[in-house]
């Protein structure tokens, strides 16, 4: 179900990577939703977006972090991640999420049932830590795989 405001921008159903009958909903909301997962921040500059190596796989992605039980919406967890990327300054704004619907979970699926959501704050000052520019507009960049890449497109295009 999408309301208040919500744009559904894509939808992955089935979705491969969750438990049977599993599907994945990327929106664009208002505000950020509970249980929120996981944030991810999202700079761009000209046409890439700012990305660092994850902890799990060392491959580039999003500024991330898991957010803690206490933190239903993510917003202390992603002032936290702003500060440390950003500076105590930068400012970040809501975007969107991809949302898992799974009925049902299953013992290797870590997320809570029915809905997990995975949130997106845009921001547009300079990251202060090291990281990589990685192209999203290309259908061949790396990113193009990742869940969240349709809130950036529709982040570059709006």
């Known amino acids: ?3 208040g405001g919500a744009q559904s921008i894509a939808t992955v159903a089935p979705a491969p990577w969750l438990p049977n009958g ?3 909903d990327v929106l664009v909301l ?13 700079i761009l500059r ?3 977006a700012f990305c660092v190596p994850r902890e799990d796989t060392a491959s580039l992605d999003l500024p991330t972090r898991a957010v803690p039980g206490e933190d239903a919406r993510g917003e202390r967890t992603i002032r936290a991640l702003a ?12 975007l969107g999420v991809v949302r898992n619907e799974v ?37 061949r960049s790396p990113l193009a ?3 969240w890449y349709p809130l950036a497109l529709h982040a570059l295009a709006g």
């Open 1 to 3: 179900m999408v309301t």
């Open 22 to 24: 599993g599907r994945a």
């Open 30 to 42: 208002p505000s950020p939703p509970d249980p929120m997962c996981l944030v991810r921040l999202l």
């Open 46 to 48: 000209d046409r890439s």
């Open 83 to 94: 500060d440390e990327v950003l500076g105590p300054r930068g400012m970040v704004r809501f």
């Open 103 to 139: 009925a049902v979970g299953t013992p290797d699926y870590p997320w809570p049932t029915p809905y997990a959501h995975f949130g997106v704050w845009r921001a547009a000052d300079a990251p202060i830590i090291g990281g990589e520019w990685v192209a999203v507009d290309d259908a």
């Open 145 to 147: 795989r990742k869940h």
